[in-house]
């Protein structure tokens, strides 16, 4: 059972334009969610989170917006780069899961194509 | 700040060998994970320690892989025998239970069993 899900496996877009990557869950228990970024042969690597009880986290380029009535949150990227070009991870923590502690449950990803 | 250090980075072995894979976390972090990435499943935790004891390894596949921590500084993921099934990247990261929930992930290291 995937609670965290990323529905489109790529996206690509062209550079200079906005990127929008998509992310939902089903576990209501979520309260803290997490964009990673992999590059080939790398490791994921954190690039801006927020809490639930915000609705927008901006960090330059980088916004995300949680809309928890829909379970659903997205990562805005403008203008959009070719170093952009990563494969994007979206992740979801629950304090008060069992066993939550700062445990994070990985959707599948969604690769990122930025053209010039 | 060296990051997290895994090795090794390749693993190429034959369907029925033990394969040891290592990890070095962060220094001061208290919690270090094991992931495994496939096409299909994306990223699956395996396990995870907090201050070196294993609270959850419900992702683990099966009895053939097995984890330790012995020290805070220190983890190893072991699978005995290995079969070609389990070919795949597998990353550690480790964080600070600080409330940011953030994890810090190795590089991976790329296991084929042939």
């Not at chain 2, 495994?36 to 201050?51: A, D, H, K, S, W």
Request: hydrophobic content about 30%; glycine content about 8%; charged content about 20%.
């Amino acid at each position: 059972d995937q609670q965290v899900k990323q529905n489109s496996p790529s996206l690509s877009v062209q550079e200079g334009r906005i990127s929008i990557l998509n992310c939902d869950y089903t576990n209501s228990m979520f309260d803290y969610f997490l964009w990673y970024k992999k590059y080939p042969a790398e490791g994921p690597t954190f690039l801006i989170s927020i809490s639930s009880i915000k609705d927008k986290n901006e960090d330059g380029r980088f916004t995300v917006f949680l809309n928890k009535s829909a379970k659903h949150l997205s990562l805005h990227i403008v203008p959009s780069q070719p170093g952009d070009s990563a494969v994007y991870f979206c992740a979801a923590s629950g304090r008060g899961l069992t066993g939550g502690g700062n445990k994070l449950t990985f959707g599948t990803g969604t690769q990122l194509k930025v053209e010039l | 700040d060296a990051g997290v250090i895994q090795s090794p980075r390749h693993e190429v072995t034959e369907m029925g060998q033990e394969v040891t894979l290592r990890c070095k976390p962060i220094s001061g972090h208290n919690s270090l994970f094991w992931y495994r990435q496939t096409m299909m499943r994306g990223l699956e935790l395996l396990i995870y320690f907090n201050n070196n004891v294993p609270i959850d390894d419900s992702g683990m596949p099966e009895d053939r892989f097995s984890a330790k921590m012995p020290n805070a500084s220190f983890s190893t993921l072991k699978i005995q025998p290995s079969e070609p099934r389990d070919s795949a990247v597998y990353f550690c990261a480790s964080s600070l239970d600080d409330g940011t929930d953030t994890q810090y992930f190795g590089p991976g290291t790329r296991l084929t069993v042939l």
